[in-house]
């Protein structure tokens, strides 16, 4: 028997925001694993640990560097899938914890992707985009009637096009001073100790800082 490889999303960062099922499969799954940064945290696994019961899990860190290097970020999905596999194989199922949504810009779908081509089953459990929890932190709707929904990520050649379109935009992955019209609503570090609202782009915004353009 094979193991099966859960895509398991912990939300933008507030436990209360975890799913049942999410909870579920993880308390469910024996092994259980979470990026990694250089600095050694380990943020989707703090999430889900307040939420979900961890005892007796095999915990397997997964080490991935924030770089746009593709040589190196190759190398890193593919020592990933390695480490899972070996647990797949022995019949163990393995969830892998990542922030926000599993299908929106997440590390779980190269891996999973490598997972799949080596004969094993993968599953996602959807949860809730940080898009949606900061434009609930906020107290607005996101679009109303016919309006169009824009998710760019932060370092997309292109923004500026995407900006300039009708409807909401939301940049993910870090603000861009480049937004100098239409109402601002961002949010640091959502959900997170240190969260932030602001009506105007932070200067030193980071990778954690989410920006609704109305």
Request: overall charge negative; some cysteine.
């Amino acid at each position: 028997m094979k193991g099966v490889f859960y895509g398991v999303s912990t939300g933008p960062g507030d436990p209360e925001l975890m799913t049942v099922k999410a909870i579920r499969i993880i308390e469910r799954c024996k092994v259980i694993a979470a990026p990694r940064t250089s600095g050694g945290r380990m943020l989707a696994y703090s999430i889900a640990a307040q939420a979900a019961d961890m005892t007796g899990k095999t915990i397997l860190p997964l080490d991935m560097p924030m770089t746009g290097d593709s040589g190196r970020l190759h190398s890193a999905w593919d020592a990933a899938a390695d480490s899972i596999e070996a647990h797949l194989a022995a019949g163990e199922d393995a969830a892998m914890l990542t922030i926000g949504d599993v299908s929106l810009y997440s590390t779980y779908s190269y891996i999973a992707d490598r997972i799949a081509q080596r004969g094993y089953e993968c599953r996602m459990c959807a949860g809730v985009p940080s898009f949606c929890a900061c434009a609930a932190a906020h107290g607005i709707p996101l679009v109303q009637g016919d309006e169009v929904l824009t998710v760019i990520p932060a370092y997309n050649a292109d923004i500026a096009e995407y900006l300039d379109r009708a409807g909401t935009k939301v940049i993910m992955k870090g603000a861009h001073a480049a937004v100098t019209a239409g109402e601002i609503y961002a949010v640091e570090n959502c959900g997170l100790e240190g969260e932030r609202l602001t009506r105007s782009i932070p200067p030193e915004s980071g990778y954690f800082t989410t920006v609704i353009v109305k």
